[in-house]
């Protein structure tokens, strides 16, 4: 059976100690995608790194990206390496490759460019944002959250058109990439204490029809409820009397499920 067959016919392992000695060394090699977070986590990144056969050695790789290091951390190294030492040319060569973790190293990398303007940033991330693996789009919106969280009103207009976009993914990474907390990554005080910056992105997908973007929207709400919840609940009153449908109900449901702890 071919490698791209294993790998979407397979279901994923759940443990590190449930995947496969033949799957862990596929993923290893970055011959398949990984299935689950657990898979993700698994992979030996020296490994991974060599595997890649990029152009220059990375230096010191089974000291900085030890299990020992953070997943986050390493996938921070590994992106900002690619882009100091390979520039564009790592992120071209590097942004369709069958591993996606590799493909989450270039999200790194294209957020470790200096002197990138916010708007051009996006354009770069947008095929990962919309990459059809979960992993990746994870990636993306955290590699993007500090650029975007140093000028919350300029990423706010810049996701507007990705609010209305016709793919789920796009939309889910407007929302996803400014939530008040997040997953992952530092909290936006902005949005915390004024949530109510983001309303018109807001409401762009307060009935979204895919329940991806749903789980999102709630998200968002159910953060910004733990610092501003009278604003949550009256927003969410408002959407289920002027939007009424199952969408809403649901978003609206699971923003506040805080209110019934």
Known sequence: MAA?????????ATSRAGIPEKILRQLNRGEIETKTLSE???????????????????????????????????????????????????????????????????????AAQPGVSLNTRLKQ???????????????????????LSKDV???????????????ANIRRFAIESLRPRGVWCSHIAELKT??????????????????????????WLNDAFKTQPEWVIQLCEEWQRTSPGEATARICQRGLRSLKK
């Open 4 to 12: 791209e067959e294993l790998s979407s016919s397979r279901k994923g």
């Open 40 to 110: 993700g986590l698994a992979i030996d990144f020296p490994t991974l790194v060599t595997a890649c056969q990029f152009s220059k050695p990375f230096k010191n790789a089974k000291q900085l990206l030890s299990f020992e290091v953070g997943i986050k951390l390493r996938m921070q190294r590994v992106g900002t390496w690619i882009w100091e030492q390979l520039g564009e040319a790592g992120v071209e060569n590097y942004q369709g490759h069958a591993s996606d973790t590799v493909r989450g190293w270039v999200a790194y990398a294209i």
């Open 125 to 147: 991330i947008r095929g990962l944002a919309d990459d059809s693996h979960f992993g990746v789009r994870e990636w993306a919106w955290i590699a993007m959250r500090e650029h």
């Open 153 to 167: 009103s300029q990423s706010l207009k810049l996701f507007l058109p990705w609010a209305k976009n016709d793919s």
């Open 194 to 219: 004024n949530p109510e910056l983001a309303r018109a992105i807001l409401e762009l997908v307060k009935s979204d029809p895919s329940k991806y973007v749903q789980d999102s929207v709630a998200n």
